[in-house]
């Protein structure tokens, strides 16, 4: 199913606790009062989304003040255009999860750069390009550029094209991403890249760290005569 970011209103979107598109009940807007010293009065409007999976809540807040007149009775959300209201529960990311074998040491810079994504996706781009180049750096030389390193990676044969496509997609978005006028400002565009970064990386983490380790593990519990089989073929090349 197609993921959709969350916005006032709407019936579904990816819900930004458990990242889940998920069906959305959207609650009767609470009337905030906020009375001056002076005497004039003001009403701020407050609306709750709960997701169907996890039933967690979203906080909504309508950046505009609302009139007097109309408080109380109504449901002033359902009047309001969506684009007046912001999220400001929980605070957004964007972006998959990381892996679950991310390592550790990289986490807090994929959390930070889904944090900035929503509201600069270039800069989360330029720190995906950084953690890209830790995380090759872990299973290639640890001194070398990323460039360099995806070269002598190919070059041994541990980097098939649909790899090698994804480390230099990380790599070039990344490097394009901080220098002006070579990104286009087309709407949604740097963000739909900054996506793709998040997902390249995970997979990337997948195919080098997570299922090298499932195949050994798995292989190892082959009988050992069976395995010995294997290794007398390869060695003598029958
Ligand atoms: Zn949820």
Redesign the pocket.
Known sequence: MTRTHPSHGSPSFA?P??Q?Q?QQDWSESVWVKLAKHSGSTRWRTIDRSE?H??E?EAIWFRTELSAPTVAGGLSPGAQTPDELWTMIWPPTAAGEPPHKQLPESLRDLYEEARAVAVFSPRAAAALLRLLTEDLVRQFADPNATLNDNIGALVRDGKLGSHDQQMADYLRITGNRAVHPGQVDDVDGEASRRADLMFTFINLLVERFIALPERIAEAYAQLPEGARAAVERRDSTGA
């Open positions: 819900c606790h458990c889940t998920a997701c999976v996890c967690k």
